[in-house]
């Protein structure tokens, strides 16, 4: 009888049971679907507030300059306005009942911020160019007025949205929460918004839409976010969680996490400013190189995030922290310690972009995933990672959420600056890779002994060769690298790239490498941007034709100091009072007085006045006026580079301008496409009316535009040309001898600028800079100079529109008739030597070598020998004409020496010390060593020039088969192992033949020189 009641109430407690399991699954249901929907907010937050960081950078470096002081005082603004909003606005959150209207609030008072900040933003110009910028002010001073107006623009915007995450995290944080998995999702998904906003602003809407509708785009989806929020929040979805909040004591000290928080953020921000400057050389240094950097970092902050959301189910521990710390310095050191053959992938995968720039995208992609996603991913895991370590659940979440935010970003400021200002330059941007690598594991070790292998392992990296000039100055980026088919051809390359190196440094601005291989080359991240022979053409003639047109210059503006080659020769002219040169790059000043011997002395001149300063800024904040402004920036399609080439950049030339003034640009045609002339032809043309278009070199032109019409006098052009400096400037640089060959060297006339700047709509501003983004992707390896030339002389528009007197046609240029004089003493023929008596009085090194060249095709090598050494004596002050003539007379030197150790020794003398400008410094020093195995065998003279170019050694059979004997016979143990290890891998390499040879291969110490 008393079974069924038993029955009863057992059926009755499963049912509670079950309701209970169904209220609980219910309760995680709805908490589970608030969250996402909370993190779909927090995504468009994220993608929104990329957005606004962009365009405001973009903008500012529009007023300020492209400098590391300018952008360090915009980027320190908005990091700290994060900074303080989170700290400030995250202890708000927590007394807020309904948290998520409070987050509502925020983001439309952020729209309502942002909104304002272009009228902000034209204020903020306003002010700064009236006071004269950095050039007038001094660093200091310009410093601190660009912080108060940073703070103007950008401090109510940034202040809310510092408070953004906490007030959301807050409304959907529950108590049961250990790990505090809610934060790490909504901080997650929010990142993963950033990376949204950077890819869709960088490859799209930025060109599309320009800086100002991208922000109002972005202001709209944010008021859109914050109605959304609201009317979540009205509905009672969120904030409605349990009161009772059941404290947890923090594993570690709180102050040491905050420590923590701000050493993690000193390190990322300090290998993000290296991720830049090192990936620059390999991927190109475009806009969209880094847009992609950023998305990635950003990609693996975020995947980090949500990966601890999803995955971390225990509480959180020191341990767990210090394993983050250890795996993420040795995720950065794995990269450092590959080194140059990262660059070497980049290399292969440049081929890629043969289809189209997909294929550029994809292969960038690759090399960002390996180098920066490993590190970012464990980033995004340790932030909330810290926040769990504070405590639990909902208690204090805003607080702590804010607090470690504010000390992560007080940590980012300080990375940022101080790597900026004082460790990049100071320890180079591999030694600061180093530097964090050694920090984090120290970092790691701090919170758990029990990680050291992890951190050693690290640090060990450290000490890896890491990236060399292979990565660093090869040209890979750009596509100027060379592409090796078989393995010595790889060595070769490695070798030949590492080898010319003068120096090597990591400026405030950019990394700069000075090279001597043809002549002195400067590199800047990764791209060669001068030379100082073989672009003589256009940097001593960019601001010396328009010198010459002018009736009377008496002031100039150069924007990039360069070689020096530009403001030197001007500032040689007597009638010009002042040169200012802008050059934002300090280091490049020792590049202009390395190559003082083709400058015209430009570092000793007195009239030459340098601004280390942004020519942008300098050009819009300056009152002074010019008769001559000469614009020599790198390639356009280079990241930040378009600002000089924009509608409003031109306008502020031409205000600087004295009436008759010249204003010239130099365009560098190899690489551009059609559609990017003509926006520069309309851009130009929408602000002056007359514009010329010279060829400067072989793939440059000069755009020389004018408020009023260009009238040449010929009489007054020729005057002017028989006067120094012109004379010696336009016949060693444009090789011509007459008033008809300088105006040979007119392409185009006005006419031909109009009428290319009518095939498009499209017009380059400060607002829309389409160049930057449609040159970038369609980047080739062709020349429009040819072409241009050629069209031009179709329609009969290449000469001038008004001119003053006649002007006959031109004889043929220098370089056409040494050439012509080459091939006749190839010929054997004497009318060799008139035609090259008549060259002497411009290039009288190339008039021996002509000479010597026939003498050695006769069968006379004594006199050949004669001649060529009088040639190279020549050079060696005098660096003007045809350098390949040079490389061709040091290659007949070691053949007619081969034999005779008289000859040999005779230019061994001639060899010993260096062309003037470094000419064929690689070649050279190749020859010497060639030379002295002729008279020297194995003695101390070979030694020496072999020495000469260690560890780099020429990677052919012959030089490493010398090389490893002579070292052997002359007792130098440890170069002789490292020689013959050398020499066995280029065999190795070597297709091995189907018969053995009879004669042997050389073995150790079988090398027959005496």
């Not at 020729?718 to 400096?725: K, V």
């Not at 016949?731 to 007459?738: F, I, L, N, P, T």
């Not at 143990?973 to 018969?995: C, H, K, M, V």
Request: aromatic share 8%.
């Amino acid at each position: 009888m008393d079974q069924q009641p038993a029955a009863d109430a057992e059926g009755s407690d499963r049912d509670r049971r079950r309701a209970r399991r169904h209220d609980a699954g219910a309760r995680v249901h709805a908490v589970m679907t608030q969250r996402f929907r909370v993190a779909a907010l927090l995504f468009c937050s994220g993608f929104c507030a990329l957005i606004y960081q962009t365009v405001w950078l973009r903008q500012f470096r529009l007023i300020f300059g492209a400098s590391t002081y300018a952008t360090g005082a915009v980027l320190a603004i908005f990091m700290a306005g994060l900074g303080i909003g989170s700290a400030l606005l995250g202890k708000r959150a927590d007394m807020k009942e309904r948290p998520l209207a409070f987050y509502a609030n925020l983001e439309l008072l952020i729209a309502g911020a942002a909104a304002l900040s272009p009228l902000l933003l034209f204020v903020a110009a306003k002010i700064y160019f009236a006071s004269g910028g950095s050039p007038q002010l001094g660093t200091a001073v310009a410093t601190l007025l660009r912080l108060v107006l940073s703070i103007i623009v950008l401090g109510p915007a940034t202040v809310l949205m510092g408070g953004t995450l906490p007030a959301a995290a807050r409304a959907v944080e529950t108590n049961d929460d250990e790990g505090r998995r809610a934060v790490a999702l909504l901080y997650g998904v929010n990142t993963l918004g950033a990376v949204a906003g950077t890819l869709l602003s960088t490859f799209f809407l930025l060109e599309t839409f320009g800086n100002r509708e991208t922000l109002f785009i972005a202001v709209l989806v944010n008021v859109l976010v914050g109605i959304v929020a609201r009317e979540m929040a009205r509905s009672g979805a969120a904030g409605s969680q349990p009161a009772e909040e059941n404290e947890r004591r923090a594993e570690s000290s709180p102050l040491h996490i905050y420590a923590a928080s701000a050493v993690t953020g000193f390190a990322f921000l300090l290998m993000e400013l290296v991720w830049y400057r090192m990936l620059s050389p390999i991927l190109g240094g475009t806009t969209y190189m880094f847009g992609l950097i950023l998305a990635v970092a950003l990609a693996g902050i975020g995947s980090g995030g949500v990966a601890y959301a999803f995955f971390r189910r225990r509480a959180a521990t020191a341990r767990a922290f210090a394993i983050t710390s250890a795996l993420e310095a040795l995720a950065i050191a794995v990269p450092f310690a590959l080194g140059d053959r990262i660059a070497i992938l980049a290399n292969v995968l440049r081929n890629l972009g043969v289809t189209g720039f997909g294929g550029y995208v994809f292969a960038w992609t690759i090399i960002t995933m390996i180098v920066v996603f490993p590190a970012a991913f464990i980033a995004g895991v340790q932030f909330p990672l810290l926040i769990a370590l504070l405590g639990r659940g909902r208690e204090h979440v805003g607080r702590q959420i804010g607090a470690t935010y504010a000390w992560n970003t007080a940590g980012a400021i300080a990375g940022s600056l101080a790597g900026g200002f004082g460790l990049i330059p100071l320890l180079s941007a591999p030694g600061v890779w180093r530097l964090v690598i050694v920090l984090l594991a120290a970092l790691a070790m701090a919170f758990a002994w029990r990680v050291a292998i992890v951190a050693v392992a690290a640090v060990a990296c450290v000490f890896a060769t890491g990236p060399t000039a292979v990565w660093r100055h090869s040209g890979i980026g750009v596509g100027r690298s060379v592409q090796p088919r078989v393995r010595n051809q790889l060595y070769s390359w490695m070798t030949r790239s590492r080898r010319p190196i003068v120096f090597d440094r990591d400026g405030r601005e950019s990394s700069v490498a000075l090279i001597a291989d043809t002549d002195l080359a400067f590199i800047v991240n990764g791209k060669a941007d001068g030379s100082a022979v073989g672009d003589a053409g256009n940097q001593v003639m960019l601001g010396l034709a328009a010198a010459a047109l002018h009736p009377n210059p008496k002031s100039a503006l150069v924007i990039g100091l360069g070689t020096g080659s530009t403001a030197g020769w001007l500032a040689a002219i007597p009638s010009i009072e002042r040169v200012d040169v802008a050059e934002i790059e300090p280091v490049i000043l020792d590049v202009a007085r390395a190559c003082e011997a083709v400058n015209a002395g430009a570092m000793h001149n007195p009239k030459l006045h340098i601004a280390i300063a942004d020519g942008r800024e300098m050009l819009m904040a300056s009152s002074r006026r010019y008769d001559v402004i000469a614009s020599e920036p790198s390639n356009p399609y280079r990241a930040g580079i378009a600002s000089l080439f924009t509608q409003d950049f031109y306008e502020a030339a031409r205000n600087r301008l004295n009436r008759g003034g010249y204003f010239v640009q130099w365009v560098q045609m190899y690489g551009i496409d059609s559609g990017t002339m003509q926006t520069i032809y309309a851009t130009i043309t929408s602000v002056f009316p007359h514009v010329q278009t010279w060829r400067t070199s072989g793939n440059d032109l000069m755009l020389l535009a004018s408020a009023e019409p260009v009238v040449i006098d010929a009489a007054s052009l020729r005057a002017r040309l028989a006067s120094e400096p012109y004379r010696t400037a336009y016949q060693k640089a444009w090789e011509v001898d007459s008033p008809e060959g300088f105006l040979s060297r007119l392409v185009a006339n006005e006419t031909f600028a109009r009428a290319a700047a009518a095939e498009t709509n499209a017009v380059n501003t400060d607002d829309r800079t389409v160049i930057e983004f449609g040159f970038a992707r369609n980047v080739n390896d062709l020349s429009l100079a040819n072409y241009l030339a050629t069209v031009s002389r179709q329609l009969n528009v290449n000469r001038p529109l008004a001119m003053r007197g006649e002007i006959g046609p031109a004889p043929p240029p220098l370089d056409v008739r040494i050439r012509e004089a080459l091939q006749l003493a190839e010929r054997g023929d004497e009318e060799a030597v008139a035609r090259a008596e008549a060259i002497r009085p411009y290039f009288p090194a190339h008039a021996d070598a002509i000479i010597g060249e026939l003498r050695f095709f006769e069968g006379r090598a004594d006199e050949a020998a004669s001649y060529i050494a009088r040639a190279f004596d020549t050079w060696h002050h005098q660096p003007w004409g045809q350098p390949e003539v040079l490389g061709t007379t040091i290659e007949r030197a070691i053949e007619i020496a081969r034999t005779n150790p008289d000859r040999a020794h005779l230019f061994y003398q001639a060899l010993s010390t260096p062309f003037s400008a470094k000419l064929y410094e690689d070649l050279r020093r190749a020859a010497l060593i060639q030379l002295a195995t002729v008279f020297d065998g194995c003695g101390s003279t070979t030694i020496a020039a072999l020495r000469a170019v260690e560890p780099h050694p020429y990677w052919t059979r012959d030089h490493l088969r010398i090389r490893a004997t002579c070292y052997e016979r002359a007792g130098l143990t440890a170069l002789a192992e490292r020689a013959w290890d050398d020499l066995e891998r280029y065999r190795a390499s070597e297709l091995q033949p189907l018969i053995t040879p009879r004669s042997p291969p050389a073995q150790r110490g079988s090398f027959s020189g005496h």
